[in-house]
């Protein structure tokens, strides 16, 4: 039976230069990369062909996030909401180019003004939704949605609200489990209780259910046990992405013996 792969996310590097970011690549003690298409790391056709060189010397495999920062799917401001999905779609290209496995991307977000207009909002999240996702099959790119944390105005931020999205538009859109955004919410069992069939990839770190710390695995009270329990149950063989920001290589060391 095949296991989990452990795999990390180069958040935790997103403060450094990009070539910095790239010197971590060729002694990380995993080959499954999740890249993040933002800020000082974001994409170029130069930055890919970098990537993709490392990848074959060192034998890489790589996920790509979507740009996060200020895009807002949801918007109800048009031209934030065209500059949003313009972003996303951009990012499709890249995955593309880059030759990663998934693209994973955020869901949108309510607003100030959310509460006068109740519903457009959630109607534009899944308008947005389906047009990324044409997008990404005109490319061939595999594309998952993560869920968000309810408390930081996320829409599709319970297993409800996906419940609700798959019966409103039957998508075969994968989810991307983020345990920490879970958390915060005490939905981490919910979420593998009703939904464990639609998840594609997961990103690991954890807290102490206040706040989106991105701490260590193990430095927070996120039930790592479980979790293990669990993916042997649903023989999850896909991706768990360390994305702590703090303790990266012990990160990936603890979780590859918890997942063993
Ligand atoms: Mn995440």
Redesign the pocket.
């Known amino acids: 039976m095949s296991k989990p792969k452990v795999g990390v996310?180069m958040l935790y590097s997103l403060g450094e230069p990009f070539n910095r970011m790239v010197k971590h690549l060729k002694n990380i003690d995993t080959s499954y990369i999740e890249i993040v298409d933002d800020g000082a790391h974001e994409l170029t056709p130069k930055r890919i062909k970098t990537l993709k060189e490392t990848a074959k010397s060192y034998n890489l495999t790589y996920s790509l996030?979507a740009p996060f920062a200020d895009v807002n799917i949801a918007s109800p401001i048009k031209s934030l909401l065209n500059a949003s999905i313009k972003r996303v779609k951009q990012s499709i290209e890249h995955a593309n180019d880059l030759g990663a496995n998934l693209l994973?991307f955020h869901p949108g977000a309510l607003t100030g003004i959310s509460q006068f207009y109740p519903g457009a909002q959630w109607k534009q999240n899944i308008a947005s939704i389906q047009e990324i996702y044409a997008t990404a099959e005109d490319h061939g790119v595999n594309v998952a949605i993560?869920n968000l944390p309810g408390k930081y105005w996320f829409l599709m931020n319970s297993p409800e609200q996906f419940s609700k999205f798959y019966r409103e538009t039957n998508l075969p859109l994968g989810i991307?489990m983020?345990l920490?955004?879970a958390h915060l919410e005490g939905l981490i069992k919910p979420f593998f209780n009703q939904l464990a069939d639609k998840i594609v990839h997961i990103?690991a770190s954890d807290n102490d259910g206040t706040d989106d710390q991105h701490n260590g695995v193990g430095d927070g009270n996120i039930d790592y046990t479980w979790l293990s329990e669990t993916l042997k149950k649903i023989r999850y063989d896909k991706s768990v992405i360390v994305?702590s920001t703090k303790k990266v290589s012990e990160s990936i060391a603890k979780l590859r013996q918890l997942l063993d």
Do not use: K, L, M, R
Request: net charge negative; hydrophobic share 20%.
């Open positions: 996310s996030h994973v993560e991307v983020d920490g955004h990103h994305e």
